[in-house]
């Protein structure tokens, strides 16, 4: 059996002296797809085919990637259709664990294993590589769909509406070259960039990512002075893999990871997006606050060895946020 490496974002299972200090993030292993009829879909091999109560989402509510399909899965109406496990908030020697001794950890609802590390070998006994979250898996094949949360987002776009009727669409056809240039620059700058301060060694590599980090953010500051959302006046994917980054600036990456140019708080126009976006039906039961602090603070013990939780801010996303009518 391969020797896995366990936790992606826990510093110090990433040697970083050959990237000049820097963060690089691994890529996704498992990148099959969920499609209406179960045919292929652009990547991986077919017959996961939409079925209600066929598949499982495994997901850490600290994870911003993870948090992402729990919004789709919200926004969408697969509730019912889709089961979630949710890990503990603490990621340490032996990665993402079933342990469910925090509240909100449910344990593994599926197999009652101990560890995500056992639903990676479950599905393959021979897998290498990071265990990561969200983690697709269909119960009848017993395997992996995906274990990529930009390529699940849009399974769950799509693939189900025939069973929900719901039929909102966050990826149209007519914006995806802009929408797709858009998320390009907020993943390397933001929803990445503030991994790659928080988990820069060196000066350089710090500042190669806290200055694009913050030059991004006042881009989309100015962009939402004059848009409701980052398209215009339609919501799309791109502010909800946004979304995920903003909910969590003020209570971890202002301070565990230096991004501490500015508070979000500090954004007129970005503040109140976000707080627009969280209080969007069903998405603030996606946001879970205990979750995120602990995991961030005390599983890297590289950034914070003491494992001191700090109180931290409480942003009031429930504040009212000026920006018209919500439009539901």
Known sequence: MGQLVHGEWQTGWYDTS??????????????????????????????????????HLYVSYACPWAHRTLIFRALKGLEDHIGVSVVHPDM???????????????????????????????????????????????AQRETIVSNES????????????????????????????EIEAVNARIYDTVNNGVYKAGFATTQAAYDAAVVPLFDTLDWLEKRLAGNRYLMGERITEADWRLF????????????????????????????????????????RETVHMEHITRHYHYSHDSINPNRIVPIGPRPDFEAAHGRGAMRF
């Open 150 to 177: 930009a390529e699940i987002i849009r399974m769950f776009n799509s693939a189900f509406d025939a069973i929900t009727g719901n039929t909102d669409d966050y990826w149209p056809e007519e914006m995806r070259r």
């Open 244 to 283: 995920t980054t903003l909910v969590r600036f003020d209570s971890v990456y202002h301070g565990h990871f230096k991004c501490n140019r500015a508070k979000l708080i500090e954004y007129p126009n970005l503040w109140a997006y976000t707080r627009e976006l969280y209080q969007w039906p069903g998405v």
């Open 92 to 138: 340490l020697e032996d990665g993402w664990s079933f342990d469910s001794g925090f509240d909100g950890a449910t344990g593994d609802r599926l197999y009652e294993l101990a560890y995500a590390r056992d639903i990676y070998t479950k599905a393959d006994p021979d897998v290498t590589g990071r265990v990561t979250v969200p983690i697709l898996w269909d």
């Open 18 to 55: 050959e990237t000049g200090g820097a963060f690089k993030r691994s890529t996704s292993g498992f990148r099959n797809w969920i499609t209406p009829d179960g045919s292929a879909g652009p990547s991986g091999e077919g017959g996961f085919a939409a079925e209600s109560g066929r598949y």
